[in-house]
Structures are given as structure tokens and as C-alpha cells.
């Protein structure tokens, strides 16, 4: 079976040591390909696949049946859910991955909400700015421990993952905060060509957004973090441009 790239990514975040003894939350499944390929080729432990449609969920169960024949009394469960429901009621399972791709950032900053101690790991693919994100870290005692990004078809898809455990990648300013620190240690071709693109819709924006708004003065302030930090690549990459 394959798997788009975008959800391809995303298995690039687990860790795959111990995997048997491993539970794994997969919140808005939706098809469930990404549940199945994980049950299929990793053997966790237990997998599940939450969606809150019931169409979902029917095609999920198509689809572990197609991929998935000859399984049976088997830990991979996939049930029509509110995925945030279902984790405030189920805080007994010690989960260590809970993986949210395309529900958005707004998805993302409510299930941190949560403070759900029985979480050890979020894996979030979004296709929005994820600074908000990074931002509030810091308030449910969480740390950022590795970013990605992709660009598939002209669209961007950020990929964050965050653990309980403390990391090197600290977000202690606005500036670690927008730019990201994990981008700041590590340098990523796309992510420079992201920022490059934000830069030219703020300059565009600045032409029609009125000077002493408050709008203005924020986009102000994140074209300067992108300037400082496209001035500390260039000069690590030594390039005089
Ligand atoms: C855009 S799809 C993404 C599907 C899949 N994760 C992917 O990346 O291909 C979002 C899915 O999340 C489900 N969803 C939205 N809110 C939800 C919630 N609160 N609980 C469970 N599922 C939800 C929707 O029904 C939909 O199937």
C-alpha cells in the first residue's frame, strides 16, 4: 500500500525502538491509511483511529479489510469519535503518540488545551503557519523536539513533533518563537524558500494595510525576524548576496 507523502512524513517522526509495547493515537483518521500502514508494517501495539464521521470511519474499516485480511482479534481500532471527547474520557491509556494531520492549528492549540498527562508525544502536520504553535509550548510545560517541512505541489505542509521530555530546542524569544528554534540549529533548503514567499506577501500586504495599525507593526516585526534570520544563513552559508 502506499501512502502520500505528506503522511509518509509523518511516520519520519516515530521512533520505531520498542514499538510493540507502543500505543498510538491517530485523531481525524479519516480514510485510516495512515492507522493501517503503521499496524501493518510497525507492529504497535495498539492503534487508534478516531474520526468523528461515520463515513470515515466505514471507509477506514474498507480499507483495513482490503489491506488487512487476515487480521483478526487485533489491537488496530478505529471508532466514530470526537477525538477530544474520546481523550478526556480515556485518560487511563498511556498513549505515546497522538498524530493530527490536516485538522489545523486551531485543532492543534485545543488539544494542548487538554494538558492531557498520559500523552507523551503530539505529531502535528499542518498546512498553516505553525508559530502559534511553538508559542505555546512553553505554557503546558511541552518542548519542540523536531520540525519538517514539505512542499508538495506548490503548497506548503509543516510537520511538528512535541514531547513531554525536555530538548535543546528552547523558545525563549519572539524570534526562536516565529522563525522556530529547531530551524535556527538546523537548516532546511524549503523552509528558506517558505520564508522568502512570507516575505513577499507581507510586503504586499504592507501596501494596503494602513501604516499605524497594529496589523502593520506585526508584520513589520516578523519581515525583520525573517531578515535577521535569512542574513544569519547566508552568512553560516557564506554567501554575499
Ligand atoms: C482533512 S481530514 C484529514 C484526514 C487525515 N488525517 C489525513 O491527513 O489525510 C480531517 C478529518 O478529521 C475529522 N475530524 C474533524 N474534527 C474531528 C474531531 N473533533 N474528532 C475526530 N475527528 C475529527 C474529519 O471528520 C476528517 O475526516
Not at 481525524?28 to 501493518?40: A, F, P, V
Not at 474520546?86 to 491509556?93: A, F, G, R, V
Not at 514531547?163 to 522556530?180: D, R, V
Request: proline share 2%; charged share 25%.
Amino acid at each position: 500500500m502506499n501512502l502520500p507523502l505528506r503522511l509518509l512524513q509523518v511516520t519520519q517522526f516515530l521512533d520505531y525502538k520498542n514499538i510493540n509495547q507502543k500505543i498510538l493515537i491517530d485523531l481525524g483518521c479519516d480514510h485510516g491509511l495512515l492507522s493501517i500502514y503503521l499496524y501493518k508494517y510497525y507492529f504497535f501495539k495498539k492503534i487508534y483511529g478516531l474520526d468523528q464521521s461515520k463515513t470515515a470511519i466505514a471507509n477506514a474499516l474498507k480499507n483495513k479489510k482490503k489491506y488487512l485480511p487476515e487480521l483478526k482479534n487485533d489491537n488496530l481500532h478505529f471508532l466514530v469519535a470526537d477525538g477530544l471527547k474520546w481523550l478526556q474520557n480515556n485518560t487511563n491509556i498511556l498513549i505515546d503518540y497522538i498524530i493530527v494531520a490536516g485538522l489545523g492549528t486551531h485543532f492543534a492549540l485545543n488539544l494542548l488545551k487538554l494538558k492531557l498527562d498520559n500523552v507523551k508525544c503530539y505529531v502535528f502536520c499542518l498546512n498553516t503557519d505553525i508559530s502559534k504553535i511553538r508559542s505555546s509550548l512553553k505554557k503546558y510545560h511541552l518542548f519542540l523536539k523536531e520540525e519538517a517541512i514539505v512542499k508538495i505541489k506548490n503548497h506548503y505542509y509543516f510537520f511538528i513533533k512535541i514531547t513531554k521530555a525536555k530538548t535543546n530546542f528552547l523558545m525563549e524569544n519572539p524570534y526562536q518563537e516565529f522563525i522556530g528554534s529547531y530551524y535556527l540549529q538546523n537548516f532546511d533548503f524549503i523552509y528558506l524558500n517558505y520564508l522568502q514567499r512570507l516575505e513577499e506577501k507581507f510586503l504586499k500586504l504592507m501596501y494596503i494595510i494602513p501604516k499605524k495599525s497594529k496589523k502593520y507593526l506585526l508584520i513589520l516585526r516578523k519581515l525583520n525576524f525573517i531578515y535577521k534570520y535569512q542574513k544569519s544563513i547566508y552568512n553560516k552559508l557564506n554567501l554575499n548576496l
